[in-house]
């Protein structure tokens, strides 16, 4: 090890290392004021016998989405107190909805996957009430759903509601896939091949469902759809939005949001009554939607930007340790931390720093760009050229959090320096 890492690199580290001791002062008095508070509250999660964890990974949904804004939270408690008709209440949201986005219409689902499957038995039984009731059995009906990039792992919810996969890998491929029985066309592009797509499906006059799921913020992806003219897209609510993590919207084309809630509840009998969701969701997201529509981004990615570059500063006074911050463009954008080193010379990988993370206190969940999983393992594969790296996204990381995971990640690595020293 000490022919790996370079006098130079010591130099800079120790260096590093003086210009970040006002933040170990910070942490020995947050965590001292952490001990008294925890202590005091108690916690849900520890009395059932689970760890919580520090979300340094994102939204992602089996560390449990987001956490809810403020103003969901208030907006779900108050509207637990009371009865209302949800037929009234989807559509008087789908109204308000429509107003924000620009798109003719709109409903509450969910989870982006439940909007996928509206949207699926929208297209293929409309508002037939024999068509509904037949599916997921599509006999003599339109059936196919072409999926313009290749298969995800979402796709499940496609076939939930009785759609037939057509894959067409490129934009090239489109024009071919559609035939007499498609019925949608499915993409998770979001730039402008979504535009590209448009010209082939308005021609073929085949509906196009770009699923946005985590494209928000920015907000400008929750009205960029409605002015392309894209017939439906599906937004996450429990992710970026801030919104209850089991929430999603479904915006697009009037008839076809008036089908995908004909296909869903409260109606009994429709394939979609499965995929519920309650008053205090639509209410929920709603208020996320009114939030973000409001927001101070710039403001928000400025603070966000603050915490990873706290975890930055501690973790690179190890040497031989680098890092690096960007915003993720078309999904998860916000600002993310990238943490470097050379595995070998350090004997320790990517894959072991987020385990050792894990299973430390407290409990850390990291990103790695190979390492979600949630993921069912045929769908684990790595991409040819994908090269795991460790990384911190900002969003997630609550107040203070910061600098708990900057020391941490600082141990882990300065152990496994040393060890190699």
Not at 83 to 99: I, P
Request: hydrophobic share 45%; net charge positive; proline share 5%.
């Amino acid at each position: 090890m000490s022919n790996t890492v370079s006098n130079g690199a010591r130099r800079r580290a120790f260096l590093k290392l003086m210009a970040a001791t006002p933040l170990f002062a910070t942490m020995a008095t947050q965590s001292f004021a952490k001990t008294v508070s925890s202590k005091a509250m108690g916690n849900a999660y520890e009395k059932l016998g689970i760890r919580p964890l520090i979300n340094a990974r994102g939204t992602y949904t089996y560390v449990g989405g987001s956490l809810e804004l403020p103003e969901v939270r208030r907006a779900v408690e108050a509207a637990s107190h009371q009865f209302v008709d949800m037929f009234e209440l989807q559509h008087a949201a789908g109204k308000r909805l429509a107003e924000i986005s620009g798109a003719e219409f709109g409903m509450v689902t969910a989870g982006a996957a439940a909007a996928m499957s509206t949207a699926v038995a929208a297209v293929i039984a409309g508002t037939d009430p024999d068509k509904i009731w037949q599916l997921p059995d599509t006999t003599g009906l339109k059936n196919e759903v072409v999926m313009l990039g290749g298969r995800n792992a979402f796709d499940s919810a496609l076939r939930l509601a009785g759609g037939k996969l057509v894959l067409a890998p490129t934009q090239a491929d489109l024009a071919g896939a559609i035939g007499p029985r498609t019925c949608l066309v499915y993409t998770t592009f979001r730039d402008e091949r979504v535009q590209e797509a448009l010209k082939v499906t308005k021609a073929a006059g085949v509906p196009l469902l770009v699923d946005a799921s985590s494209s928000v913020p920015p907000f400008e992806n929750f009205t960029k759809f409605a002015k392309w003219g894209v017939d439906l897209y599906a937004i996450s609510g429990g992710k970026g939005l801030g919104g209850p993590q089991c929430s999603g919207l479904l915006l697009g084309r009037k008839d076809l949001i008036e089908a995908g809630m004909a296909n869903s509840a409260p109606w009994e009998g429709a394939v979609c009554r499965a995929m519920k969701v309650g008053k205090d969701e639509i209410m929920g997201i709603l208020a996320a939607v009114e939030y973000w529509s409001k927001a101070d981004l710039t403001a928000l990615n400025k603070e966000w930007r603050g915490r990873v570059e706290r975890v930055a500063k501690l973790t690179e006074t190890v040497p031989g340790v680098t890092t690096s911050i960007e915003i993720p463009v078309g999904s998860n954008s916000y600002p993310t931390l990238t943490v470097n080193w050379d595995e070998a010379a350090f004997g320790l990988t990517v894959a072991q720093c987020v385990e050792k993370l894990a299973a430390g206190t407290p409990r850390i969940e990291a990103l790695s760009t190979l390492g979600n999983r949630s993921l069912l393992p045929p769908l684990r594969k790595p991409k040819p050229g994908v090269v795991n790296k460790l990384q911190v996204v900002s969003m997630t990381l609550q107040p203070g959090e910061d600098l708990i995971v900057g020391r941490r990640i600082r141990e882990v690595l300065n152990k496994a320096r040393k060890a190699r020293a």
